[in-house]
């Protein structure tokens, strides 16, 4: 069974640019979670999608949106990036919610803003 | 605020001893906590988890105790292993099934084990 993939792995955008991730969650799984891993901030959840319905959001400014087609794959974007969006941005998929000891986690696309 | 206390950014650990990595909150609504463990490169993945209306949960070499009136828990790892060095989150709920939160996560212990 594939595993949770995300892309691109890497990414370097200059501030302003708006920037667009992608998920892709383990077959069947309908949840995925979005989250921003800093150095000094650790891991933040950004948001969660349910059934193309984002469900529950983290308390990130609207510069943070996020999406989820049909088939459950899951796009998050950024706009007018700052230097301090720079961050591993994790997505996280699980069956019916996220039930977190199902909750399954991608590599990660690490994002350097310029 | 951080709800979600780590406190030792690192933990250097003999191979075959015992690792014991610790962890504080604040929300007293937090009612669900996990351990994941991530290496370079990779996503976290879940370790352990414990409901609060236990003290202990063990698998295998993954033990979680968790002191409520202390709003403490601690993961201990026996014996460590080379493979066991990684970096332990830990990250709380107030509902296992999903709070409008998410999880809230520490900011993660980077576990060495020396051979």
């Known amino acids: 069974k594939a595993g949770v993939t995300q892309t691109p792995r890497y990414l370097i955008k200059t501030r302003g640019q708006q920037v667009t991730l992608s998920c892709s969650p383990i077959?069947?799984?309908?949840?995925v979670s979005w989250y921003q891993q800093t150095p000094g901030q650790g891991l933040q959840f950004l948001f969660e999608?349910?059934?193309?319905?984002?469900?529950n959001k983290g308390n990130f400014p609207g510069r943070f949106s996020g999406r989820q087609f049909s088939n459950s794959r899951s796009e998050m974007n950024v706009s007018t990036l700052e230097l301090g969006d720079s961050a591993l941005y994790l997505c996280?998929?699980?069956?019916?919610?996220?039930?977190?000891?199902?909750?399954?986690f991608g590599p990660g696309t690490r994002l350097t803003v310029l | 605020d951080q709800q979600v206390k780590q406190n030792s950014p690192s933990l250097s650990v003999q191979e075959g001893r015992i690792s014991i990595l610790n962890c504080d909150y604040t929300n007293s609504m937090f009612d669900y906590f996990l351990w994941y463990k991530k290496y370079p490169a990779e996503g976290p993945t879940f370790l352990i988890s414990i409901s609060s209306i236990k003290d202990k949960n063990e698998d295998g070499r993954f033990t979680v105790f968790l002191n409520k009136s202390a709003k403490h828990l601690s993961l201990h790892i026996v014996p460590s292993q080379p493979g066991d060095s990684a970096v332990y989150f830990c990250a709380a709920s107030a509902d296992f099934r999903g709070g409008a939160d998410g999880l809230t996560f520490g900011k993660g212990t980077h576990l060495i084990i020396q051979p």
């Open positions: 996280a998929s699980s069956k019916a919610g996220p039930l977190y000891n199902e909750q399954f």
């Open positions: 999608y349910f059934s193309e319905t984002q469900r």
């Open positions: 077959s069947g799984h309908r949840s």
